[in-house]
Every structure is written in C-alpha cells, then in structure tokens.
C-alpha cells in the first residue's frame, strides 16, 4: 500500500543521509555518481508516495478535479499548461517565462527559460498524453503575483505510467501594447515559477535533495540541447 512504502521510504531516507554524514569527503567524492543516482530515487520515490508525515501538512494537498470559478480568466495560461505536457513545447504567445523563471518536480530544478524548455523537450521522449485537458482547480492572488493551480491526469506511454499530478504555476499579468503603441484591454501572462506535485505530494527540499535536483536540471539541459534533435 502507499502507506506501507512511504514508511518505507521515510526508513531509506534516514538510513542514507546517516550514511553520507558518516562518509569522510574523499569517500563521498569517490563513490558520487553512487550517492546522485540514490538520493535521486528517494526524491522521485517520495514524489509518486510521499512521506506519511506529510499525510495532514497543508503542503500536501489532495487532487481536486473541480474547475476553479476564476479559470475562464486563465484560458491562455492553461494552453500552455496543455501544450507543455502534451509534449508539444514551452513556446506560447501570449505566455512568456521571466528571464529568472525556474520549474521543478521530484526530479529536477531548472532556473531559466532555456532549461525549462529543454526540460520538456526531454520530457516528449516519454510520449506523454494528457489523459483529460488540465483543469484549473485554484486560484490564489500573492500580492503582485497570483498562484494559479491545475490538475493533471498523464499517461507516460515510454514508461507505461499513470501519474495524477497538481502543477502551480505563479505568474504576474503583463499588460499588452497594440500595433499603435497604446495599451490595449488584453493582458499576457509572464511566468515566474512552475512546481509539479505528483500525486500531490511535498518536494524534498532539504539542501541535500535540492542540490541533487539542481544538478538535474543542468545536467538535462546539457543532455537536450546537445544531443536532441
């Protein structure tokens, strides 16, 4: 059961960071790509089940399909939540990404437009398939920003995975300029920050697991846009 492997989890977890403490430095150099590729699997494993600590924290919130009351306003936000994971790229006209936009699930961190969008381009060579439209569930105003939450139901078709998922996605309004120069009614959306939350689990964020994501993320980029056509 979920409750039975996120227990199980929570023992890994404290078996290997007791271990790595115990390590000396030049041990922990020596066998790195070991401890990357370990600590990588918990903070995936803990993304799918989660940690049972975790069952009544806030930052753990249940995957609701209804439709916020506010989404008809975020009709071109959710276009490009769509086209992202339907594996078609993080281009949009009317959404842009701040120059410090940064995205992270489980697995990765990325820190700027280019990362995230070699990000998804790896992330179409798991033949993903938006098993129904994602749906605006929530809607939250953070001062000058505002935290727009949608839920996801994926079929991974290269790993034969079913994978619900909550994506939050903060974004600010950017006002649009006409062909004369004047504003105009309509605004774009500029996007800060991106979270996928699998199976609407907490991320690890431990300085240890977010250094393991982070080196991810670089290490994807680096993988996408030099060996993916």
């Not at 066998?31 to 600590?53: A, D, K, R």
């Not at 605004?187 to 250094?211: C, R, T």
Request: aromatic share 8%; hydrophobic share 40%.
């Amino acid at each position: 059961s979920r409750l039975k492997i996120g227990n199980s989890l929570t023992v890994v977890i404290s078996f290997t960071t007791s271990k790595i403490n115990a390590m000396s430095l030049k041990a922990i150099v020596a066998n790195l790509p070991l401890v990357h590729l370990s600590l990588t699997t918990i903070s995936i494993g803990v993304g799918i089940y989660g940690l049972p600590q975790y069952n009544s924290n806030d930052n753990n919130k249940s995957i609701s399909t209804k439709e916020s009351f506010d989404a008809k306003h975020y009709d071109l936000l959710t276009e490009l939540v769509t086209q992202m994971y339907a594996g078609r790229g993080s281009h949009h006209p009317h959404c842009h990404f701040a120059d410090n936009a940064s995205f992270q699930d489980a697995a990765v961190i990325c820190k700027s437009p280019k990362e995230i969008h070699e990000a998804f381009r790896l992330h179409q060579k798991m033949q993903p398939k938006c098993l129904h439209p994602p749906i605006c569930v929530d809607v939250e105003p953070k001062g000058s920003s505002i935290l727009v939450t949608y839920a996801l139901h994926q079929h991974y078709g290269s790993l034969d995975l079913d994978l619900s998922s909550l994506v939050q996605v903060e974004v600010q309004l950017e006002q649009v300029s006409s062909a004369r120069n004047y504003l105009v009614p309509e605004s774009d959306f500029l996007v800060l920050d991106m979270q996928e939350l699998w199976n609407g689990n907490a991320l690890l964020n431990s300085p240890l697991f977010w250094i393991v994501r982070r080196i991810n993320g670089i290490l994807g980029w680096h993988v996408s846009s030099r060996f993916l056509q």
